[in-house]
């Protein structure tokens, strides 16, 4: 287990929000003109079930995906979504070039949310426009994540990667 060093995230909880309002939009509406509908294309008995179902899981995926955990240990960081940090992505210090705290627009990153950035060799976790940390990995390719507090995050990286490993952990 590694030596934790710093700990930050990122929230929005405005997508939460936003999900759920959505779902609930969407049941009222589908329950509303499933009466409407030709009775061979109507809604009817346990086919409520898997529709239910979708709609009520949705706003617990829009709650995970809003908030976000960056944590700086002693062998890497480790970015992960929600409550139980999963999915995560762990980039270990001899995969980094180059970290650096910079100004994320999601509108630059595709979006909110974890994001694959084909033209920029990219991937991106951003929640939120603000600040948030840039990593060069050795391969060229680039890592972007929003997180509240990022100068500090970026101290604890440059401690973390500047210092020697420990014996027997090459």
């Known amino acids: ?25 969407l049941t009222i509406t589908i329950i509303f003109t499933n009466q409407f509908a030709r009775p061979e294309k109507q809604i009817v008995g346990a086919g409520w079930i898997p529709f239910l179902a979708v709609m009520l899981i949705l706003p ?11 944590i ?4 890497g960081v480790v970015v992960g979504f ?17 970290v650096e705290v ?8 595709g979006g909110w949310g974890y994001r694959w ?12 426009a603000g600040t948030g940390l840039h990593f060069e990995l050795g391969s060229g390719k680039h890592f972007v994540v929003t997180v509240d507090d990022a100068d500090k995050a970026l101290a604890s990286i440059r401690t973390a990667m500047h210092k020697p490993m420990p014996k027997g952990k090459h």
């Open 1 to 25: 287990m590694s030596d934790v060093l710093w700990r930050g995230s990122a929230k929005n909880r405005l997508l939460a929000y936003f999900v759920s309002a959505l779902s609930g939009v």
């Open 117 to 128: 950035v084909p033209w920029k060799r990219a991937t991106a976790a951003v929640m939120r």
């Open 72 to 75: 700086v240990q002693s062998d």
């Open 82 to 98: 929600g409550p139980t940090s999963w999915p995560k992505r762990t980039i270990k210090w001899q995969y980094i070039a180059l």
């Open 60 to 70: 617990i995926i829009g709650y995970v995906f809003s908030e976000l955990h960056v």
């Open 102 to 109: 910079i100004d994320v627009r999601p509108t630059e990153w």
